[in-house]
Each structure stands twice: as C-alpha cells, then as structure tokens.
C-alpha cells in the first residue's frame, strides 16, 4: 500500500528510522495506523510487534502493515506464552456460585454493620477481588482489590475486604493450576504472563491506544529493551475512572504531533480545538475531511450523543414517542437492570443488581447516591429511574431498534468513543462548570473536557453543538485581562508553585521552559535508576488506603527523624478549625472547638517528644502523625474531607479518641517505609544543625507559595510516597529547579538536588551544576536566580497592577 506522507507523518517516521523512541500524539481521524505503518517500511529488516486494543483492530492492522509487523492483541500474546496451557479450563462449563463457594469454604453470610451478605455475592465480590488484581500491576492479591460495597461505610469496606481476602487468594492458588476446579478465564493467564517479566523478543514494539493502557500490561510495555513508540490521544483518556492509565503522557521519548484530520473539516476541527484548550492538551487539530462540513443545528441527526443514561434515555423516549425507530449504543441492559432492582426495592423485596444488593428500599438507594461520594456513579441511572419511572424504561428497551435498522442511534459519550458517524447532535448532560459560593466561576475538569472534545470529533460531516452553548458565557467569565495570565478569574502569579507547575502558560513554567528547556535528561536519568529499584511497597490488608495522608505521614516521621518539628501547615490547621471561619464539611461549633483542643494538645506531646521529657514509641509517633495530616489538610483544602476523620467529631471528641481510630495498617505501612529509608538517608540522621525541614525560601511570597520537604546538609531533597514512580517526570524536575531559583540570597547553601521515593527506599541526587547544565541551563545559578526573580515580580506588577 503506497501512503503520501504529510509532513507530521514523515517527521514519525524520520525519528522513527533513527532508532529513537516516540510517543506519538494522533488527533481524531489523523491517520495513526498509517503513520505506523509508514515506520514499519523503514525498517524492512527488523522484528516488530504491533499492539491493538481488540482483536478485529490488530487483524485490520495486520492487513495494512503486510507480513513486515505481527499484530496481535495483549491476550494473543499472553495466551500464546501461557494461556494455551489452560486451554482446557478456558472451555469448560460455568462453576455455579454455590459450588465455587463449597469448593472456599465460604459457608455462612458474612454479617457486616447489622446486615448480611450471603454466598453469591461473596463470591462475587472474591471473583471482582482476582480480576482487579488481574487489571493492576500489583505483584500481590490485596484487600484494595476489592470493589466498594454500595450501603456501607469505609470501615465496615475494609472488614469485608480483609474477610475476603483469604478466599481471594485461594482463588488465585486455583487458577494457576492446570487442573483447578475453578472458572478460569482470560485475564487470569494475561496476568500470569506478565508476572513473568516477559520479552516481546521484537527490535521495536508499536503501541496503539496507549492513553487507555491497561495496568498490568504498561509495566511489560515500559520494561521492554526494544525500541518502543506508543500511539494515541491523551486528549481521549476518558476510562480513568475505570482504571486506564495514560502512558503517553509521561513517556520519556520524543514527542510528536498528528493533527491533520482526514475525517472531517476546518469547522468541526475549529470546535474540537475550543475542548482541547480545557482538556489541557497542547494538541490543535487542522480539518481536511473528504467532503464539506458544517457546524449547525440538525434536524435528523445519525447519531445524538449525550453525557449520562439518564440522558441518553430522555432522548430514547422523544424518539419513540415520535415513531422515530432508534437504537441505544450498547442496548438497554444497565437501565433495566435498575428498573428491575427499582421495582424489587419499592415491594420490600431484595435485589441480586450488583450495586444495590444490601440495600432494603429505593429511598435508601436515593439518599445513598444524594449524600455519598461513592454513589456519584450510579445516580444517572437513579435519576433516569426516578424521572421516567419504571414502566418507561422497560417499554422503552423493548422498542428499541437494531442500529442497522434505525433512523438514528442514541449513546453515551463514552460509549461513542472510536466510532463516527456523517451527522452528529450533542445532547444533554454536559453541563457549564458550576460557581464558587461567592460567585466566582470555578474552571472546567479537564476529565469532563476530554469527554465533549471525544463527542465533538465523532461527526464527519454535521455537527449540532447547541446544548454547548452555555461555553461562550464561561469563557467570559473565566477570562482576565489577559487570557494566559489568569486561571479561573485568578491571576496565576498568586498560585503556589506545584499548581502553577501543572500550566505552561504560567509564569514559573514559562520562565523554566525557556531558561531549563531540557528536563527529559533528567527525566531520563530518573527513570533508568527508578527501573533499578523494588517493586513499591504499600498496604496489603486495606481496601482503600488514605494515600495522600499516609504520605504526610511519613513526611512527618521523616521530619521528626532530622530534628524537625510537624511544620507550620498543621498549626494553621488547627487553627482553622478554633476560628469562625467557614470550613465545608466541619462538624458543629462544639464538635471544632474539640478538635481545636484536640489538635493543641497533638501539638504539645509531639513538643515533649522532641524536647526528651516524654519519648514515644514509633507506633505512637506514627498515630499522632496521621492524625496530624487531616490538620494540614484543612488548612491546604479550606474543607473538611468527607475521607476525614474529623467530620464525625462531636464535643466529646479528644486526642486519645483520635489517635484510636487511627487504621492498623497505617502504623504497619508507616514502620515499613522507615526500614526501607534507614540505609539511603542514615547519614543525615541526627544532623538536626544542618537539616531543614519544610523550609520556605525568600521567593516563595513572589508566587502563592513554595515550601519543599527537606534540606539535609545542603541537600535539597523531595520526598515521594507514590505507588507509581514511572510516572513521574517534567512537573517533579521543575518543583525541584524551582525551590534551588527560589533561594535568591543562597540562604540555605544547597549544593545537591534529589528526590526520595519512601515506598521504594531509592534516593537519586544530583549536584547543583551538573543538575543545571542537565537542564540547558544558559547561565550560573546566581544570574538566574536573579533572573527568575526579576521575571516573577514583573509578572506580579503586570498581572496584579
């Protein structure tokens, strides 16, 4: 097949051909699979593997590349290495729930907060538990695996998933036998396989869809000595929720754009262009579809595609009720499941619906999904039960018409995605940003962006964007004096320096590009040692771990190692919660007085400690320390959490009540994450003259803010308490850059950088010069530091007048 190259896709190839690594960043419609293919000619002579998404993509690949690529799919390649061993299991018939059970030894209801879960749905919930593992990355079956139980709170969560986990694992001690009795399918062996560490012996591995990669392949695909070039549209990341991850993003390789789209014209590319700007993607998009397009209202629509169920089904409706025969993307399963469940609910009767099996009312369904954060998913399907009503729907599902046979089809945005259609009509559920209690309009998710940019570039010839109106309001009212300078109707230069990180058209990141353009060299050099280290540490026998407090926590314990206190952010935390002002989620005036109490007090038996007149055991340091992090907390967020310990106090509430509901397996987290730090920062112990803990540099007051972790004996060093250390780069080399610039006056004499990953044990350091020549730097660190001043203040007097 001859392709006449554009110019982006003879770039992809130029690089391609020199042996370098490519992230490859395809719009909508602009021709990837070509593009690969077009690499794969250059190198006539070498091994390379295709990846796809589905089995009907890599063998449409593999017609186009010829015999020069083998495609396959991730289960082709896990079954050809170890699935076609189970064969056997993968044909036999169906275990029903109460064999599978009797073969556990799951034999009684599990009662949890007064009610009982029974056989199946143990089972069930153990058979989710083995296919989350099967989609992670984790070395290890864990409690976190399990999905979160509708109707109880996170504790009686995590009891169930630590009653389960036993069965769990003897679950995965039967699937990875050749002749266990249990249903065996086919994530099973695609997990064994990559528990193996295995080589795709290609010279180069293409791929596809890298923004939706599933987790327990990223980490086969990112080990692979080949030369690897993945392809996609962080831009269409929209199953995080589920659990895909973007690889592109963060992959150090050469990064280049595809963003001539063949699939429609310059009005539609125009309108996906306005999504990309909030979708915070620095991709823009040129239309040169095959026939004109336009961007109008449609009275007949191919497609209509809408945010939510509930949505979609209003749309259903409207259709039927006007003859008009249509199709639901997907068909109508998920809403009569609801329906049904609805109807047992409203009867007194119980529901096997997965979601809702330990609820005894539709109303406890209601307020479950009005009140709770968890039931956030669900309410779309709620609301469309609550607002048609049962009857609807079922009639609705029974009427509706094959796509082959129906004048239009209806979908979810979600569901749309990778399809097209000629005429496309956007319809209800996407929504304008709402405002801030003061009336200030808050900015747009990026998530929900890069929903509607997905919706917008499905048409090809006609697009409808009318119930999008409302975005010309917004941008108005989230534009400053200048567009570039202002986020949210809030100048940037007032932003802390972690935030102002995440925005190139902020005044630090501008200034950073331009004087430190080349972070990928130690970006590069990060994830080379990074590669090096163990798999990282992290609770087993938890369900959902409060990650972002277990990481001030050991922050903390760090802290008081060097000889540091628990830093400025846990007084005004405390403080926040003793004074008037307005703190979302809080519990009553006498419920904050006690925590005030409470936190004063924290604050004293930590001060004995330091002082030696009352020393406390590592588990204590530990409890007090976690407790400490929902103070610090308030004072960054302005809220009380609904993940708060503090949101249930009451007057009667005192220190000892909450270093008592501290988790066990904090405590068991925090000690192993100290036994790993003993080795790599051992020399900085008992340093307490030359170590700084939370230091804040003469800078910080030019921005809103910048206080690092730690300066050990001139050592600038940041702590990282992540499970996903490769996914790290550009923002974490810049926090780093920005916190040495900031220090004008050399106040703290830091001659080495670093960063530590507690979860690891791995310290990577660099000395300040080599770290700067790295970075481009065009000039000795005290001439930028003057720079960077000169260019913040600036931007203050021009931004803030």
Same mark, same amino acid.
């Given at each position: 097949m001859t392709i006449d190259p554009t110019e982006e896709q003879q770039a992809a190839r130029d690089t391609f051909a020199?042996?370098?690594?490519?992230?490859?960043?395809?719009? @909508?419609?602009?021709?990837?699979?070509?593009?690969?293919?077009?690499?794969?000619?250059?190198?006539? $002579?070498?091994?390379?593997?295709?990846?796809?998404?589905?089995? +009907?993509?890599?063998?449409a690949a593999q017609n186009l590349f010829g015999g020069r690529v083998q495609c396959r799919t991730v289960h082709q390649l896990a079954f050809h290495a170890v699935g076609r061993k189970y064969g056997r299991r993968l044909n036999a018939s169906r275990v029903p729930a109460?064999?599978?059970?009797?073969?556990?030894?799951?034999?009684?209801?599990?009662?949890?907060?007064?009610?009982?879960? /029974?056989?199946?749905?143990?089972?069930?919930?153990?058979?989710?538990?083995?296919?989350?593992?099967?989609?992670?990355?984790? %070395?290890h079956l864990m409690a976190h695996h399990m999905e979160h139980i509708n109707g109880l709170d996170d504790t009686s969560n995590d009891f169930v998933a630590v009653a389960l986990l036993p069965f769990a694992l003897r679950v995965w001690e039967d699937l990875q036998l050749l002749e266990g009795r249990l249903r065996?399918? $086919?994530?099973?062996?695609?997990?064994?396989?990559?528990?193996?560490?295995?080589?795709?012996?290609? /010279?180069?591995?293409?791929?596809?869809?890298?923004?939706?990669?599933?987790a327990v392949f990223e980490k086969v695909f990112l080990a692979?000595?080949?030369?690897?070039?993945?392809?996609?549209?962080?831009?269409?990341?929209?199953?995080?929720?589920?659990?895909?991850?973007?690889?592109?993003?963060?992959?150090?390789?050469?990064?280049?754009?595809?963003?001539?789209?063949?699939?429609?014209?310059?009005?539609?590319?125009?309108?996906?262009?306005?999504?990309?700007?909030?979708?915070?993607? %620095?991709?823009?998009?040129?239309?040169?579809? %095959? =026939?004109?397009?336009?961007?109008?209202?449609?009275?007949?629509?191919? @497609?209509?595609?809408?945010?939510g169920n509930a949505d979609a089904l209003k749309e259903v409706v409207g259709y039927l009720?006007? +003859?008009? %025969?249509?199709?639901?993307?997907?068909?109508?399963?998920?809403?009569?499941?609801?329906?049904?469940?609805?109807?047992?609910?409203?009867?007194?009767?119980?529901?096997?619906?997965?979601?809702?099996?330990?609820?005894?009312?539709?109303?406890?369904v209601q307020d479950f999904v009005e009140s709770d954060p968890d039931g956030q998913q669900l309410r779309p399907l709620v609301k469309a039960v609550d607002t048609f009503g049962t009857e609807v729907i079922h009639s609705a599902v029974k009427q509706l018409s094959d796509e082959r046979e129906a004048q239009v089809t209806v979908s979810t945005a979600h569901k749309a995605k990778g399809r097209q259609w000629d005429s496309v009509r956007i319809g209800e559920g996407f929504t304008c940003p709402p405002k801030d209690e003061d009336g200030v309009q808050l900015p747009m998710l990026p998530a929900e962006a890069r929903l509607i940019y997905v919706a917008v570039t499905r048409a090809r010839h006609g697009l409808d964007i009318g119930a999008l109106d409302w975005l010309d309001a917004y941008e108005a009212a989230v534009a400053g004096p200048d567009q570039h300078g202002y986020l949210g109707g809030r100048p940037m230069i007032d932003l802390p320096l972690t935030t102002q990180l995440r925005f190139s058209a902020s005044p630090v990141s501008e200034f950073l590009a331009q004087h430190l353009p080349h972070h990928g060299n130690i970006t590069r050099e990060y994830q080379k040692y990074v590669e090096t280290l163990p798999h990282p540490v992290q609770p087993m026998n938890v369900r959902r771990p409060h990650w972002a407090n277990l990481g001030r926590t050991v922050d903390y314990r760090l802290r008081l190692s060097f000889g540091g206190d628990l830093g400025g952010a846990v007084t005004l935390g405390i403080d926040a919660l003793g004074s008037q002002m307005h703190l979302p989620g809080a519990p009553g005036a006498e419920g904050r007085k006690a925590l005030y109490t409470a936190g004063l007090r924290l604050l004293e038996v930590i001060g004995d400690h330091l002082a030696g007149w009352a020393r406390l055991d590592d588990a204590e340091l530990t409890r007090l320390c976690y407790v400490a992090g929902?103070?610090?907390?308030?004072?960054?967020?302005?809220?009380?959490r609904h993940q708060s310990m503090f949101t249930s106090a009451d007057p009667g509430t005192a220190l000892t009540d909450l270093v008592d509901a501290v988790p066990s397996y904090v405590v068991d987290d925090i000690a192993e994450q100290l036994e790993l730090s003993r080795e790599p920062l051992s020399p900085f112990q008992g340093?307490?003259?030359?170590?700084?803990?939370?230091?804040?540099? =003469? +800078?910080?007051?030019?921005?809103?803010?910048? /206080? =690092?972790?730690?300066?050990?004996?001139?050592?600038?060093?940041?702590?990282? =308490?992540?499970?996903?250390?490769?996914?790290m780069g550009r923002e974490e080399v810049y926090q780093l850059a920005g916190y040495l610039l900031l220090d004008y006056n050399d106040a703290y004499r830091i001659d080495r950088v670093g960063l530590y990953l507690s979860r690891q044990g791995g310290l990577i350091t660099w000395g300040v010069d080599e770290f700067l020549h790295r970075l481009g730097a065009p000039a000795p660190l005290p001439r930028l530091r003057a720079e960077f001043r000169s260019h913040l203040q600036g931007q203050r007097r021009i931004l803030t007048g």
């Open positions: 020199e042996g370098r690594e490519l992230a490859l960043i395809a719009g @909508a419609g602009t021709g990837k699979t070509s593009t690969l293919a077009l690499m794969a000619e250059s190198a006539p $002579h070498r091994r390379g593997l295709y990846i796809a998404f589905n089995r +009907g993509i890599a063998d109460r064999e599978t059970a009797r073969i556990l030894g799951i034999d009684r209801p599990l009662e949890v907060d007064g009610k009982a879960i /029974d056989l199946f749905h143990q089972v069930r919930l153990v058979r989710g538990m083995v296919r989350r593992f099967c989609y992670s990355a984790d %070395p065996f399918e $086919h994530d099973h062996y695609l997990k064994m396989w990559a528990l193996t560490e295995p080589d795709l012996k290609a /010279d180069f591995v293409l791929l596809d869809e890298a923004q939706d990669t599933n692979q000595d080949s030369q690897r070039v993945c392809v996609g549209d962080p831009a269409q990341q929209i199953y995080a929720w589920r659990g895909a991850r973007d690889i592109m993003s963060g992959f150090q390789a050469e990064h280049l754009h595809l963003t001539r789209s063949f699939r429609f014209g310059r009005p539609i590319a125009d309108v996906a262009n306005r999504w990309l700007e909030y979708a915070e993607s %620095p991709m823009r998009l040129t239309g040169h579809g %095959p =026939a004109p397009t336009r961007v109008s209202p449609l009275a007949e629509p191919d @497609a209509v595609l809408c945010r009720e006007r +003859g008009v %025969p249509v199709a639901l993307a997907g068909g109508g399963h998920a809403l009569e499941a609801i329906a049904e469940a609805a109807d047992a609910l409203r009867t007194g009767q119980r529901t096997y619906h997965p979601d809702l099996f330990l609820f005894r009312a539709w109303q406890e929902f103070f610090e907390d308030v004072m960054r967020n302005g809220v009380v340093l307490n003259y030359s170590n700084v803990c939370g230091p804040v540099f =003469a +800078g910080s007051s030019d921005i809103g803010g910048a /206080d =690092a972790d730690f300066i050990l004996n001139g050592l600038l060093l940041d702590c990282k =308490a992540t499970t996903r250390p490769r996914h």
